[in-house]
């Protein structure tokens, strides 16, 4: 079969047309570089995901860190329940590390005698720690939480901002359809 046209989701490029995903946005690799967290806001099906999934496949396969596209998708249905969002998102975190990095640079388990409101920035510290490659994680569909469980998340990264790179992510982008 050959390659057709895609608005249903995330391009690959063996079987989509498509624009090549870190042109259109330059600018990005100069904020890792810089160990910043940004926003990235932008329409549905305007490329996102498969910017920023290409990408972290790219800087993998570069050496340059460890870096993981995840969803933050699967806790929008836990609303402001804090516990269940932010191990739905901690979980999304891990498994898309368990695919996506080879084994010396993957996360540890999760640590569920924490609560949620210290699990995100938990797990996220002992993986910069133990990662022998600076860690950059793009997190697809901030704006799918909300309410208490949005808060917990961002404070959560905000904790752990001034302990990059070594011991929490050295750049992480919020990806979503608002600002």
């Known amino acids: 079969m050959g390659r057709f046209f895609n608005t249903a989701g995330p391009c690959k490029p063996d079987m989509h047309y498509m624009l090549p995903p870190e042109k259109r946005l330059p600018e990005v690799r100069g904020l890792i570089e810089q160990q910043l967290y940004f926003v990235i806001h932008a329409p549905r099906q305007s490329g996102k995901t498969t910017c920023f999934r290409t990408l972290a496949e790219t800087l993998v396969r570069e050496g340059a860190c460890a870096a993981v596209h995840a969803s933050c ?37 999760l640590d569920m005698s924490l609560s949620g409101a210290s699990r995100l920035n938990e797990l996220l510290r002992c993986w910069s720690e133990r990662s022998p490659l600076p860690v950059v994680l793009f997190l697809d569909e901030i704006d799918a939480l909300y309410d208490e469980s949005l808060i917990s998340v961002l404070r959560q990264l905000r904790d752990g901002y001034p302990d990059r790179p070594r011991q929490f992510p050295q750049s992480l982008a919020l990806i979503g359809l608002r600002d």
């Open 73 to 109: 998708e699967t806790a929008q249905p836990c609303g402001g329940d804090v516990e269940f969002a932010v191990t739905a998102v901690c979980e999304s975190i891990v498994r898309q590390a368990h695919r996506q990095l080879p084994e010396a640079l993957r996360p540890g388990a």
